[in-house]
């Protein structure tokens, strides 16, 4: 099992889990975030973190896009370790529907 970061990220990216992460397994994209998942040591400390309810076990039915998701991009976007500020529209992106196809972006971000 590991841990995945889903839609509901995208255009919010919080960024609380990143510092509660024990193994560093965040990886940041331009508008989301990912978790490496062959990084992830399972332990769940990032899921109670996330404002936007965006991180799941993987062994959650429908999932399998969002392993997919996270492990391509985890390959080529910068590591994060240290939270910053959520973009300042963030509130407003929280809970909507379909945001991986009207918002997704594969650039990747700053990193630390």
Known sequence: MTYVVTDACIKCKY???V???PVDCFYEGDNMLVIN???CIDCGV???ECPAEAILPD???GLEKWLEVNTK???SWPNITVSREPPADADDFKGVEGKFEAHFSEKP????
């Not at 971000?109 to 630390?112: A, L, N, R």
């Open 73 to 75: 991009y985890s390959e």
């Open 46 to 48: 990032c899921e109670p």
């Open 109 to 112: 971000g700053e990193g630390d």
């Open 59 to 61: 062994t959650e039915d």
């Open 15 to 17: 960024m609380d889990c």
């Open 37 to 39: 998942p062959s990084e």
């Open 19 to 21: 510092e509660v992460c």
